[in-house]
């Protein structure tokens, strides 16, 4: 019995259309980049021009551009969100990402919806309902295992809905969707794209006797998400889409890390060719690179594979939230306004320019950008730094103190220069005529371009250098989208053909294979939802549905819920509640958990789940822990200001959600 290939896609992001492009170029089968508004991304905002060549120069590859509108919407934003779906679906969009409910009871444009992170996929019973309400991807939570993940693929139906799963980049600690401390201490929501990172922070950690347990700490900042060596765990579990995070990234990040998911993922197909269950790429052509992809040379606090593998302890950036780098060697000099480093291997070279740090007394990472760099003694790799700043300002910087390089000027050279080549494959036919020659182009598709061009048969003098010179003519796809694997010639004798007349003919039979893939690109399908409306797997929601208009609110109650209550941005949870939810335990990871004491003898029984105290300057949240679940609530309650500014904004604009609850519906 034959098997289809399952298809498989490397979602990168995109901050504008020219990292896009680059992207594409380096292997991305999709791209997520935010439209003109509503992106989740306050500063990510693209004009439809720019996407439009993005989407032009991704569809030659069979690529796909997803557009994000990811945002909760006040009542009067959803025009204007539907006349931008329709804008971006005229430009050629392939699907939008949408966390808003709200959307699908909008005339959108016949275009393919995805579920944004932002949705809090976590549960079967979610993910198969939003199947069914027309959504054809759904990306589920990053705090999800193998086995969790599996139930997800056992609950939906492969052929209606694509699993997409994170697999690098930062990560947020909390439930995405379910983080509120942003709005409610500065009024700018992470459900509206605005998020000011408050899991950041450095903390004091108070027990309940109000005794210090953690000084200065990051306890809400979690290391980078690295899924490399899970791959073939993941395909197994039935993730499809491989998502990368980062739409605030660099051009260098985007290159760097999708060209590394791209070897890997090539690797996989390539080793899964002949099994049973074989694998292919969702998009065309193949990628070769200029350098070797190395995701420690980008920004990242670490990395952690997260609660794939299972609760583990070490998943944390408490010390800082910057990036540590690499470590490169020790100290062994300093000098007046320099000091010397030995490098750990001898073929490491410093650059001005190159960044590098270490941490302080206080485990604290302390920056230094290297004015310039030189090599005093190359046998023993002895280095002289010359700083950019003055020596007295490094605090403990000292001799034997370890050195890393977080930022290497070479690297970053390498990628600001053309860095990859995709090419889709061909296979070449030159077929002689009646008056001439044709040739044919076949894709890796299956499209097909041909050409002809009349010539006289002028039989060749020295026939091996004829056919020599035909298959370098005809083969001169450099300036193309193209490689060819074969070329077959079928001619009834050796002919000499002029060098001009090969070119036009390649050529023309290239423009026709372009048009013919153009002519043949099929847009993603609209997922039909299911009649009569499923129920929504509960009947009452609250604050944490982010609900924010009435078009949602319709939404839900078309579909069974009876009691709905507002979004927290509506500013209607005035008292103590969880501003963020999060599978991380800060209990856990300080080794304070019933779980982890539990046999332990003379621990047994003494360590309790008890509330825990965060403290930042002025903000103070409190730490709850819900055992059975295995979750932490950081609970607060919304400033004052925030508040007040709600009272000015509603008196100016008030066409907002619900100004009080609406009454439930009757059964």
């Given at each position: ?176 969707g379910q983080c509120f401390i942003s709005h409610a201490h500065t009024g700018r929501s992470a459900n509206r794209g605005d998020c000011n990172q408050a899991c950041r922070l450095p903390y004091e950690v108070l027990d309940g006797a109000g ?120 100290v062994t000099q300093i000098g007046d306004n320099w000091f010397e480093l030995e490098v750990s291997d001898k073929t490491t070279e410093l650059h001005n320019g190159d960044g590098l740090c270490y941490y302080d007394l206080q485990k604290e ?173 509960e009947d009452t929601l609250t604050y944490l549905a982010n609900v924010f208009n009435h078009k949602a609110h319709d939404f839900y109650v078309k579909h069974g819920v009876k009691v709905i209550d507002a979004a927290y941005e509506s500013k ?96």
């Amino acid at each position: 019995m034959s098997h289809l290939p399952h298809q498989l896609e490397l979602l990168s992001p995109a901050r504008d259309a020219d990292i896009g492009i680059e992207a594409v170029n380096h292997g991305a089968d999709a791209v997520y980049i935010g439209g003109p508004a509503f992106g989740a991304r306050a500063t990510a905002g693209n004009d439809i021009r720019d996407l439009e060549r993005l989407i032009q120069h991704a569809h030659r590859f069979n690529s796909r551009i997803f557009i994000t509108l990811n945002t909760i919407l006040r009542d009067d934003e959803l025009e204007g969100a539907r006349q931008m779906a329709w804008q971006v679906y005229e430009a050629g969009a392939d699907a939008l990402i949408i966390q808003d409910m709200g959307l699908l009871e909008l005339d959108l444009p016949p275009i393919q919806l995805h579920a944004s992170t932002q949705t809090d996929i976590r549960t079967p019973e979610k993910a198969r309902f939003l199947q069914d309400a027309g959504l054809s991807q759904i990306v589920i939570a990053r705090e999800l295992d193998l086995q969790q993940i599996q139930a997800i693929r056992e609950a939906t139906d492969p052929s209606r809905t694509t699993i997409e799963f994170f697999v690098h980049g930062a990560l947020c600690v909390a439930y995405s969707g379910q983080c509120f401390i942003s709005h409610a201490h500065t009024g700018r929501s992470a459900n509206r794209g605005d998020c000011n990172q408050a899991c950041r922070l450095p903390y004091e950690v108070l027990d309940g006797a109000g005794r210090i347990i953690a000084h200065e700490k990051h306890v809400l900042s979690m290391k980078d998400n690295n899924q490399s060596d899970n791959l073939r765990a993941l395909i197994d579990a039935g993730v499809r889409s491989f998502k990368i995070e980062g739409r605030y990234k660099d051009m260098g990040y985007v290159k760097n890390i999708t060209a590394h998911y791209r070897k890997l993922l090539d690797e996989i197909i390539e080793e899964r060719e002949f099994t049973g269950e074989p694998l292919t790429r969702s998009s065309s052509g193949r990628t070769t690179f200029t350098f070797e992809p190395d995701p420690d040379q980008n920004f990242n606090r670490e990395f952690t594979d997260y609660f794939v593998n299972g609760r583990k302890e070490d998943i944390g950036a408490f010390d800082t939230p910057k990036t540590p780098g690499r470590a490169i060697g020790w100290v062994t000099q300093i000098g007046d306004n320099w000091f010397e480093l030995e490098v750990s291997d001898k073929t490491t070279e410093l650059h001005n320019g190159d960044g590098l740090c270490y941490y302080d007394l206080q485990k604290e990472l302390v920056g230094v950008h290297i004015n310039r760099a030189e090599c005093v003694a190359p046998k023993k790799g002895i280095w002289r730094v010359f700083p950019k700043n003055e020596i007295t300002e490094f605090k403990d910087l000292r001799k034997g103190l370890e050195i890393n390089r977080n930022r290497d000027m070479d690297w970053v050279r390498t990628l600001e220069k053309k860095s990859s080549d995709r090419r889709i494959g061909l296979w070449a036919h030159l077929a002689e005529t009646a008056d001439g020659f044709a040739l044919t182009l076949t894709d890796e598709d299956g499209f097909v371009g041909s050409a002809s061009v009349i010539q006289p048969h002028q039989p060749a003098t020295d026939a091996v250098k004829a056919e020599a010179t035909l298959r370098e003519q005809l083969g001169r796809f450099g300036a193309t989208r193209f490689a060819v694997h074969a070329m077959a010639l079928q001619l009834s004798q050796p002919w000499f053909v002029p060098a001009s007349a090969l070119n036009q003919l390649r050529r023309d039979a290239v423009v026709a294979l372009e048009d013919a893939r153009t002519a043949g690109f099929v847009r993603l399908p609209r997922a039909v939802p299911v009649q009569p409306p499923v129920p929504f797997p509960e009947d009452t929601l609250t604050y944490l549905a982010n609900v924010f208009n009435h078009k949602a609110h319709d939404f839900y109650v078309k579909h069974g819920v009876k009691v709905i209550d507002a979004a927290y941005e509506s500013k209607e949870e005035e008292g103590e509640v969880s501003l963020m939810i999060t599978k991380h335990c800060v209990r856990f990871s300080m080794s304070l958990c019933p779980k982890q004491a539990k046999g332990v003898i003379g621990v047994k029984g003494t360590i309790k789940a008890e509330p825990l105290q965060l403290i930042n300057g002025k903000e103070k949240l409190t730490l709850r822990f819900e055992c059975k679940p295995c979750e932490m609530h950081v609970v607060g309650k919304m400033k004052k200001s925030v508040m007040n500014q709600h009272l000015k904004d509603m008196q100016a604009q008030p066409l907002q959600f619900y100004r009080t609850r609406p009454a439930p519906t009757s059964a």
